[in-house]
């Protein structure tokens, strides 16, 4: 994933209403219309036959202003520091 040996990470657990994963941490570059930011990324092989797969958010949604319209299916990340406004749709 991401150029990462997935299983190297440190591993920690996350439970939730619909059980439990296994993921591992990884520091991960990230550049988004000319934002850089490198959170640490917990990845997990146990959702591959998922739709989506969101484990925590700090390291991400910490950096931006947020909206999630589901109606819309629709993301809006505000980056106030440099006045940019991004809209992302999911489908699943």
């Known amino acids: 994933m991401l150029g990462h040996n997935v299983y190297k ?13 296994l993921a591992y941490l990884h520091k991960t570059h ?8 490198a959170p640490d990324v917990y990845y997990s092989h146990e959702w591959d036959d998922m739709p989506f797969g969101l484990l925590g958010q700090a390291g991400f949604f910490s950096h931006f202003g947020i909206n999630f319209n589901y109606r819309e299916k629709e993301i809006l990340l505000e980056y106030p520091d440099l ?8 489908n699943c």
């Open 30 to 37: 990230i550049a988004l219309n000319g934002i850089e930011f």
């Open 9 to 21: 990470g440190e591993q920690k657990i996350f439970s939730g209403i619909g059980g439990s994963v």
């Open 83 to 90: 006045n940019i406004l991004l809209k992302m749709f999911w």
